[in-house]
């Protein structure tokens, strides 16, 4: 099976590692990984600004850059949203939009390929670890996939994973939302740091880079002591051996 990598903005630029534990995982499931070069941004910031216009050129670019792959999968519930949206932007061109339909039916956030395509919930991992789950508004609303993390997750030997309270809001990240109105931004990551607190949780876990570089600036600037992790890093961690890295020391081809 031959599936093609969207590492997004901030997976490229800022997590890296998350890029390679998704490739690794998916290869050691049998999958074939590339990495298209002509990707770029989603479009989605410019998109929720209201440059339509703006993000259609992006959503052109990127439907282009994939128009060869038989899945996409990306380790972003929020981008991989975008994704889908691209149809709804093309309605007045009909060609693009089923180019864009056509690349929508074969895009998923990382553990939703995992659970609902490959079929598979067992990944053999380990992590010692009392961890809590954010769940992104993108990924868990507008891409409706609630469930297949938590089935990952349950079978990580050695995790504990904790319920998050209100784990419905938002960590106040949004993108350009968080640069906007950043004073209300600030007042709803304080809210969740303090519900990952009421949790006693050592490790908090999410499927959304974006979120998780919110929440864990926020937990960093007051101190906390809380590590922050994409779920790909824990599931593709083994503590008999350490991290599951078999090329650890080879050159990443994702950047």
Same mark, same amino acid.
């Given at each position: 099976m031959k599936v093609s990598l969207f590492i997004?903005? !901030? &997976?490229?630029?800022?997590? $890296? #590692?998350?890029?390679?534990?998704?490739?690794?995982?998916?290869? *050691? +499931?049998?999958? =074939?990984?590339?990495?298209?070069?002509?990707?770029?941004?989603?479009?989605?910031?410019?998109?929720?600004?209201?440059?339509?216009?703006?993000?259609?050129?992006?959503?052109?670019?990127?439907?282009?850059?994939?128009?060869?792959?038989?899945?996409?999968?990306?380790?972003?519930?929020?981008?991989?949203?975008?994704?889908?949206?691209?149809?709804?932007?093309?309605?007045?061109?009909?060609?693009?939009?089923?180019?864009?339909?056509?690349?929508?039916?074969?895009?998923?956030?990382?553990?939703?390929?995992?659970?609902?395509?490959?079929?598979?919930?067992? !990944? &053999?991992?380990?992590?010692? $670890? #009392?961890?809590?789950?954010h769940t992104s508004c993108h990924m868990s *609303? +507008?891409?409706? =996939?609630?469930?297949?993390?938590?089935?990952?997750?349950?079978?990580?030997?050695?995790?504990?994973?904790?319920?998050?309270?209100?784990?419905?809001?938002?960590?106040?990240?949004?993108?350009?939302?968080?640069?906007?109105?950043?004073?209300?931004?600030?007042?709803?990551?304080?809210?969740?740091?303090?519900?990952?607190?009421?949790?006693?949780?050592?490790?908090?876990?999410?499927s959304d880079c974006s979120c998780l570089m919110?929440?864990?600036?926020?937990?960093?600037?007051?101190?906390?002591?809380?590590?922050?992790?994409?779920?790909?890093?824990?599931?593709?961690?083994?503590?008999?051996?350490?991290?599951?890295?078999?090329?650890?020391?080879?050159?990443?081809?994702? +950047?």
């Open positions: 997004t903005c !901030l &997976g490229e630029l800022f997590y $890296a #590692k998350v890029g390679k534990d998704v490739t690794e995982i998916l290869e *050691r +499931l049998g999958c =074939e990984v590339d990495f298209p070069k002509g990707q770029i941004c989603c479009g989605q910031p410019a998109f929720n600004s209201g440059y339509l216009n703006d993000a259609k050129k992006a959503a052109k670019q990127m439907i282009h850059a994939f128009e060869d792959a038989d899945y996409i999968v990306s380790p972003s519930g929020s981008c991989t949203t975008m994704f889908r949206e691209y149809p709804k932007m093309f309605v007045d061109e009909p060609g693009w939009k089923l180019k864009a339909e056509a690349m929508a039916d074969k895009t998923y956030e990382f553990t939703q390929f995992i659970v609902h395509v490959l079929g598979v919930e067992d !990944l &053999g991992a380990e992590y010692e $670890a #009392k961890a809590t789950v *609303r +507008l891409l409706g =996939e609630k469930e297949a993390p938590f089935r990952l997750l349950k079978h990580v030997k050695g995790l504990e994973v904790i319920p998050l309270p209100n784990n419905y809001d938002c960590c106040g990240f949004g993108g350009t939302f968080s640069v906007k109105m950043s004073p209300i931004s600030e007042e709803m990551v304080d809210e969740k740091v303090r519900h990952i607190e009421e949790t006693e949780a050592e490790l908090v876990i999410g919110n929440i864990g600036g926020r937990i960093n600037r007051k101190g906390k002591k809380i590590e922050v992790k994409h779920i790909a890093e824990i599931l593709n961690h083994h503590v008999k051996g350490g991290s599951h890295h078999a090329n650890e020391n080879r050159e990443s081809t994702l +950047l």
